[in-house]
């Protein structure tokens, strides 16, 4: 009895483990100018940490070709990634008038040139090695 009730526990742990486990994501950024700056890429897991333009982790790509494939180990749940090519190296994004992006940018499920808002741009992970494709636009 004692060795059922430890084995159904591990077997428990072991399914938790796996359930919340990061699995491979790939974001595929497309329309990327090669060495024109650093791809710049973030991902939000609330809207709060969007509003705040907080993102919970981002990275810097060298772009290397027009489409380029980075490769994230997240977990299973609901995510907006952001994206902007960083043409002058100063590390931000850059606005004109009427905060109009002067660099090339883009967002999860955008429609157009306007990004939307957290619900509006997140998506969910369920299995590993899915795949969003995100194309840079510029005004």
Not at 109 to 124: A, I, L, T
């Amino acid at each position: 009895m004692v060795k059922y009730k430890m084995l159904l526990i591990l077997s428990f742990l072991f399914i938790v483990k796996n359930v919340y486990a990061d699995m491979p994501f790939f974001v595929e950024i497309r329309n990327v100018t090669v060495n024109d700056g650093l791809i710049i890429l973030g991902y939000y897991s609330s809207q709060e940490a969007f509003s705040n333009q907080r993102p919970d982790w981002h990275t810097t790509i060298e772009p290397v070709s027009e489409t380029v494939i980075y490769e994230i180990n997240l977990s299973a749940s609901e995510y907006m990634i952001g994206i902007h090519q960083d043409t002058n190296g100063n590390g931000v994004m850059d606005y004109g008038l009427f905060g109009i992006p002067r660099e090339p940018y883009g967002f999860s499920n955008m429609r157009g040139k306007r990004p939307g808002n957290f619900n509006q741009s997140k998506f969910r992970i369920i299995n590993p090695n899915e795949r969003i494709i995100i194309p840079l636009v510029r005004f």
